[in-house]
C-alpha cells in the first residue's frame, strides 16, 4: 500500500462516510509515518533559542480509502497532512 510503513490488516470489511454522505470502502489498514515541522527551543547562557525542525509523528489505524485525496488537521496552529490514500 502506498504511503503506509507496514500494513496491519490487508482485508478490512470497512466503511467511512464522507461529508457527502457518501461511503467509500476502506481498502487497508496499517502504520504510517509523516513528518511534522515543531519548534526546537534550546537555552544557552540564559538566551532562549527556537528552531523550526522537521520529526517524525508515527500514526497507527491508519485508513487507506481511495477517492480521498488527503484529510489535514489543524491542532494548537499546526498543520498536518495525516493521510494521502490514492486510487
Known sequence: MPDL???TDAD???S????NQQH???VA???ATVFVEALRVTLSGGV???TKVRV???LSNVYVVPGIACASSRVAGASTVTTSARA
Open 5 to 7: 510503513d507496514f500494513v
Open 12 to 14: 478490512p470489511v470497512i
Open 16 to 19: 467511512v462516510r464522507v461529508a
Open 24 to 26: 467509500l470502502p476502506v
Open 29 to 31: 489498514i496499517g502504520v
Open 48 to 50: 532562549r533559542r527556537s
Open 56 to 58: 517524525p509523528m508515527r
